[in-house]
């Protein structure tokens, strides 16, 4: 584990780039992002154009995960850029209630796997610092995985998308070290698949961006009182 909570709106850093440095305090996304420009972790980091750290606004309710960069996405070094980005905008406006910038968005891998193939297991590891940082600095209400590999990754599971969605779970899971009592996830199958698979996947994403929003009414806004 890569985190450990300091105080409220800083994050203990473990470094995977440097790892003679155990752990170092990192106060907030921007100095967060200006350490992963430069990672060189793991052998995703030979093939990127850029490193797509994620975006948004840093205190939001909602935080959204991806599984790693695509094409666009490694050109433009932003996340969801692309097809599946579009389509993410839509169920997060049309389901969720939410604008784009008001929501985090980041990847499991922040530089692209080659020829899209899926990340390995010691990439996703390699990075999974970066991205325990980022739920703890946003400190996200919930949290939307999206597919396999944020679900998987976040949740700690092995068992697969389709059986882990339709539950909300709390977060951190078991084996994270505690600090951000009241974040949930919920897991969703990956924009991708939806363009793929057409009308029951796209109708699933749909219910549960719904279950998001009404996570989000349901908890208190952390440091804003009550609903
Ligand atoms: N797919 C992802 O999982 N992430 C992106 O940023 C783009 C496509």
């Given at each position: 584990m890569g985190v450990t909570l300091s105080r409220p709106g800083a994050a203990r850093f473990r470094n995977p780039c440097a790892q003679h440095l155990r752990s170092q305090a990192v106060a907030d996304l921007s100095e967060l992002q200006a350490i992963a420009?430069?990672?060189?972790?793991?052998?995703?980091a030979s093939g990127r154009t850029t490193v797509v750290f994620g975006e948004g606004?840093?205190?939001?309710t909602l935080m959204v995960i991806g599984e790693g960069p695509g094409r666009d996405e490694d050109l433009q070094?932003?996340?969801?850029?692309?097809r599946s980005g579009r389509l993410l905008d839509r169920l997060l406006a049309e389901?969720?209630?939410?604008?784009?910038?008001a929501v985090y968005i980041a990847n499991v891998v922040k530089c692209r796997p080659p020829d899209n193939r899926d990340p390995k297991p010691d990439e996703i590891e390699a990075c999974r610092p970066y991205l325990d940082a980022q739920v703890a600095l946003v400190s996200p209400k919930v949290v939307v995985t999206l597919g396999n590999f944020a679900s998987k990754t976040l949740l700690r599971s092995e068992l697969g998308i389709t059986r882990l969605r339709g539950s909300v779970y709390p977060w951190p899971s078991e084996g994270d070290s505690p600090g951000l009592g009241g974040t949930v996830v919920v897991p969703t199958f990956h924009p991708a698949a939806a363009l793929r698979g057409g009308g029951e996947v796209l109708a699933a994403m749909r219910a549960d961006f719904v279950r998001a929003r009404r996570c989000l009414e349901a908890v208190p806004v952390r440091g804003k009182g009550p609903l």
């Amino acid at each position: 584990m890569g985190v450990t909570l300091s105080r409220p709106g800083a994050a203990r850093f473990r470094n995977p780039c440097a790892q003679h440095l155990r752990s170092q305090a990192v106060a907030d996304l921007s100095e967060l992002q200006a350490i992963a420009s430069s990672c060189q972790g793991c052998r995703l980091a030979s093939g990127r154009t850029t490193v797509v750290f994620g975006e948004g606004s840093p205190s939001a309710t909602l935080m959204v995960i991806g599984e790693g960069p695509g094409r666009d996405e490694d050109l433009q070094g932003r996340p969801f850029v692309g097809r599946s980005g579009r389509l993410l905008d839509r169920l997060l406006a049309e389901e969720a209630g939410f604008e784009r910038d008001a929501v985090y968005i980041a990847n499991v891998v922040k530089c692209r796997p080659p020829d899209n193939r899926d990340p390995k297991p010691d990439e996703i590891e390699a990075c999974r610092p970066y991205l325990d940082a980022q739920v703890a600095l946003v400190s996200p209400k919930v949290v939307v995985t999206l597919g396999n590999f944020a679900s998987k990754t976040l949740l700690r599971s092995e068992l697969g998308i389709t059986r882990l969605r339709g539950s909300v779970y709390p977060w951190p899971s078991e084996g994270d070290s505690p600090g951000l009592g009241g974040t949930v996830v919920v897991p969703t199958f990956h924009p991708a698949a939806a363009l793929r698979g057409g009308g029951e996947v796209l109708a699933a994403m749909r219910a549960d961006f719904v279950r998001a929003r009404r996570c989000l009414e349901a908890v208190p806004v952390r440091g804003k009182g009550p609903l």
